[in-house]
């Protein structure tokens, strides 16, 4: 059984900073993509950042670009998301997510790519 589990969210304020972990566990195959969603109260679901593994390759929302960065220990099987200069509009609930070993980069950035999801980690931003 795949799980992700997320941690080190929490409140901070404007221009703080946090750094998301996602541990992942029970995974027996490569995954081509793994990435960060968020969803906000009354919002769809969001694509953040993700990573094509098998080049590293990353992508990033316009709105967090230079703020956010991705990055994986493959070692200890942990994804992370470095978020700086947090602005009251990344106030979301974040999820980690995984896909199989299939799919190539541009898939990355579609939520429909993933078949493993962590159970989210709330971010407050506040003013």
């Known amino acids: 059984q795949v799980q992700l589990v997320e941690s080190g969210g929490g409140s901070v304020q404007v221009g703080g900073s946090l750094r998301l972990s996602c541990a992942i566990s029970?995974?027996?195959?490569?995954?081509?993509?793994m990435g960060w969603f968020r969803q906000a109260p009354g919002k769809e679901r969001e694509g953040v950042a993700s990573?094509?593994?098998?080049?590293?390759?990353?992508y990033y929302l316009n709105s967090v670009k230079g703020r956010f960065t991705i990055s994986q220990d493959n070692a200890k099987n942990i994804m992370y998301l470095r978020m700086d200069s947090l602005k009251p509009e990344d106030t979301a609930t974040y999820y980690c997510?995984?896909?199989?070993?299939?799919?190539?980069?541009?898939?990355?950035?579609?939520?429909?790519?993933?078949?493993?999801w962590g159970q989210g980690t709330q971010v407050t931003v506040s003013s």
């Open positions: 997510a995984a896909s199989g070993p299939r799919g190539v980069a541009a898939e990355c950035v579609t939520e429909n790519t993933y078949n493993y």
């Open positions: 029970g995974h027996t195959g490569n995954s081509n993509c």
């Open positions: 990573i094509y593994t098998p080049s590293n390759r990353t």
